[in-house]
């Protein structure tokens, strides 16, 4: 199982720099499989949360610096050579398909092919209401999306003609580096969302859900979306987001490495491990655990 780790992305601008470099290149060369961001673009003071029910309350205040992750793994492109590069997730809907797709082309080709791109609707209603994006229809806009973006990525001549978008006959290059496309890992655990990783999808990436959740509820869930697609389970890639907490880190190391075996028992292949803190100097102090005993730990698992 391969272990991937979050950059640092609400760092002060004068320090984001030298931040996002110093986490990434150190990442790299403690051998992490990947560099991950997660996508919002603006924190509104006012919510409601999740589809205005009230919960779901972002953690970061709305003064606090958070750095657009496209731009993050574009730079997180340059200072690397081998890590991938992930989102966790991009949300569909904040940008424009086209420009996205090419975006995410030219991050695919400026790092030799190493993007995976994670995917999700969002759930935060101010947000993607401030962006343009229909919240109730956000589910069949994202599907739109998806094959936007494929058809921009894979079609000689690319033409798509849907409810939300019209791309008429154009040039699209470049064409990213991976063949047929950069990896589409769909976040989200309901109904559509699994069937969307089962019809539009290479993976599912999942959140920090308990192993017992994913072995009583979540997999099963997911097997009948694929089934009901008439898609081999086994060809889905299996991800989640763990998040790492300073209550488990004061409980030890072996918390994490038991945790992270479990995982990998129920057939995960690639687990982003999340600890972003404001200060880069404990960044790094939990990066030295992650790569120096857990990582070793799980790999003997």
Known sequence: MELGVHLPTTQQPDVA???????????????????????????PHVSTGYGGTGGGRFPHPPERPY???????????????????????????????????????????LSSGRLICGVGVGWWKE??????VPYARRGRQADEILRVFKTLWTDERPSFDGEFFKVRDLGFAPKPVQKPHPPIWVGGRTAAAFRRVATLGDGWHATSHTPKELREDL???????????????????????FT???????????????????????GFTHVLVEFRREDLTRMLEILDLVAGTVKPAVDAA
């Open 17 to 43: 720099h030298d931040a996002l470099v110093t986490f990434a290149r150190e990442a790299e060369k403690r051998n992490m499989a990947s560099l991950w961001v997660s996508d919002h673009v603006v924190i």
């Open 67 to 109: 750095l657009e992750p496209v731009v993050m793994l574009t730079a997180a492109a340059m200072c690397t050579t081998r890590v991938r590069l992930g989102s966790s997730v991009f949300i569909l809907g904040h940008r424009h398909p086209v420009v996205m797709a090419k975006m995410l082309s030219t991050i695919d080709a």
């Open 127 to 132: 947000e993607l209401e401030t962006l343009g």
């Open 219 to 241: 997999l099963p869930k997911l097997r009948i979306a694929a089934d009901a697609a008439k898609r081999d389970f086994k060809t889905i890639d299996l991800s989640l987001r």
């Open 244 to 266: 790492v907490t300073d209550a488990m880190l004061a409980e030890g190391s072996q918390v994490l490495i038991d945790r992270l075996g479990e995982y990998k028992r129920l």
